[in-house]
């Protein structure tokens, strides 16, 4: 069996720091909120609390993930932690889903009955959480960039600087003109937004944990570039999956032409790992070579 590794290292590495950063940003920004929304009576100043404290819940969950993922190996855990930020990304999504759904809920509820509003409150308190959710995402753009984990605490840092912006238009209008149902629109369309990117992140993070193959490897085309190396007879029982954002896994059976040797397989194999890496950035394979074994052909064969 034939088994390779071409990890590549140069990825962004995490910040670790920006995420406690964020983290204290978003703890003072949450406990603010709250009691201003309390005392302003704005639906729209608690929902972005709300989301502020998902905030929270989600780099607490991040950062633990990024510890997680850089211990090492084990006869126990022989691939370590590296999932650990895929299932991060995992639980931010669902909770980004969740927020939204509850949002919704209560923005039609106050909708059917607004109240009136103290927007100084709300206008000064949402220009604070703009300036510390905007500096925190910023501290995390670089490595949403490379990694799933990553973006999914940028993504929700991202979406409640939006929610701030939309709450300081809100307080805007209702201090100046009194159009206090805007409160209730504002706070839908920050939910509707909420659900739209959690659910675009959930699918992403649901294909990686369920070992689907990547969007951006055609199997036809794998076969094909394989089956144009010499002694090579037909690549099969093939699996491809991404173990983590770094890490991109093929595993196949191979059929040879001839019955050759480990220093000629050597050979062959080595032609394939080049071409699966340049073509498809897959940098963990792992071939079975056979010749004339009476097992199934096909492509993808259900254990």
């Known amino acids: 069996m034939g088994h390779a590794h071409s990890h590549n290292h140069n990825h962004p590495q995490l910040k670790d720091r920006n995420l406690v950063i964020s983290i204290l940003l978003n703890v003072l920004i949450t406990a603010s909120q709250v009691i201003g929304g309390l005392v302003s009576g704005s639906l729209a100043l608690l929902s972005d609390a709300l989301h502020n404290f998902s905030d929270v819940v989600s780099l607490v969950v991040s950062f633990g993930a990024s510890k997680l993922s850089k211990r090492k190996a084990s006869i126990h855990r022989t691939f370590g932690y590296k999932r650990a930020e895929i299932l991060a990304a995992f639980i931010n999504a669902s909770t980004l889903v969740i927020v939204g759904i509850l949002l919704i809920i209560e923005a039609v509820k106050r909708y059917q009955g607004p109240q009136e509003i103290e927007s100084n409150l ?5 220009a604070v959480a703009i300036l510390a959710n905007g500096f925190s995402v910023l501290l995390l753009k670089r490595d949403a960039d490379s990694n799933l984990n990553m973006r999914s605490a940028y993504l929700h840092l991202l979406t409640d600087m939006m929610a701030s912006v939309a709450v300081l238009i809100g ?27 959690g659910y675009d992140l959930l699918k ?5 944990l369920m070992l689907f193959t990547p969007d951006q490897v055609n199997i036809k085309e794998v076969l ?12 099969h029982h093939v699996h491809v999956w991404c173990l983590n954002d770094d890490e991109l896994h093929l595993e196949a059976h191979l059929d040879l032409v001839e ?5 000629e397989f050597n050979s062959v194999l ?9 073509t498809f950035e897959i940098n963990h394979v792992t071939i079975q070579p056979e010749f004339n074994k009476a097992d199934s052909k096909d492509v ?4």
């Open 224 to 235: 094909r570039v394989v089956h144009k190396i010499p002694k090579v007879n037909k690549l």
């Open 270 to 278: 080595k032609q394939i790992e080049d071409v699966l890496h340049d």
């Open 300 to 303: 993808i064969v259900q254990d």
């Open 204 to 208: 992403k993070s649901t294909k990686i």
């Open 259 to 263: 019955d050759i040797s480990i220093t």
């Open 171 to 197: 307080g805007l209008l209702m201090k100046y003109y009194e159009i206090f149902w805007v409160d209730s629109v504002l706070t839908l369309l920050i939910a509707l937004y909420l659900v739209w990117v």
């Open 122 to 126: 709300v206008i000064w308190l949402s």
